[in-house]
Every structure is written in structure tokens, then in C-alpha cells.
């Protein structure tokens, strides 16, 4: 990191959280597959990815000569929270249940038999 003129403890402290969902968010969906496990997949990584996304705009920078361009730093600093509330969302959408919105009939309750929810009928 020193290439980067970024501290150590400053990407531990930028990129850990969103590594450390990562780590158990997967572990989770392994354990406990969603209906749309890509997507949960896809908002874990984009996650990690808007974490990353100023370390890597450094070395963009670094690597062009570029690092006097404020205009497309102010883009990038607000393209990060945008992708993180991106990336929330498809998470929410990945993980709702569109089964769960589904009406039944008045007077029936569910039955929990393993992991499938079945009516009382009569």
C-alpha cells in the first residue's frame, strides 16, 4: 500500500467490514441457499467492490499521472454510496421470498412440517 501513498490500517479499516460480510454472508448462503443465490452473490461482491472502489481509483490515478482531476474524483466519491445502497437492495431483493406475499384462505394456518410451510385444511 505504500505504492499507493494509502496507509495499511486505512484499507484494514475500509475494506474489513465489507470482507468480513462477505465471509459470512457466503457462509450463510452456503449453509442456507436463498431462492436467488446469484443475487445475494452479486450484492456481496458489489459490496465489496464500492469498499475497493477508492483504493482502486488511486491506482488508476497513480498508474495514469492523473491525480489532479477533481471532477472524476467527486464522481467516484459519489459512485461508492451509490453502489453500496445498490448493493444493499439487490441483497434485499435477492433474500424476500415472492412466495411469501401469496394469499390464503380465511381461516387456515400454517403447519410447519421441516421446511415447507403446508395448510390445515378441515
Known amino acids: 500500500m505504500e505504492a499507493l501513498a494509502v496507509p495499511w490500517f486505512v484499507l484494514v479499516r475500509h475494506l474489513g467490514p465489507p470482507l468480513f460480510l462477505l465471509v459470512v454472508g457466503g457462509t450463510l448462503l ?34 495514469a499521472g492523473a491525480g489532479d482531476l477533481t471532477v472524476i474524483g467527486l464522481a467516484m466519491t459519489l459512485l461508492q454510496p451509490g453502489l453500496v445502497v445498490l448493493a444493499w437492495l439487490v441483497l434485499l431483493w435477492a433474500l424476500v421470498d415472492p412466495r411469501s406475499h401469496e394469499r390464503r384462505p380465511r381461516g387456515a394456518a400454517p403447519d410447519r412440517v421441516g421446511d415447507r410451510v403446508t395448510e390445515n385444511v378441515g
Open 30 to 63: 452456503l449453509w442456507r441457499p436463498p431462492r436467488r443465490r446469484g443475487l445475494a452473490w452479486t450484492a456481496l461482491g458489489t459490496n465489496l467492490l464500492a469498499a475497493a472502489l477508492p483504493f482502486l481509483w488511486i491506482a488508476v490515478q497513480r498508474a
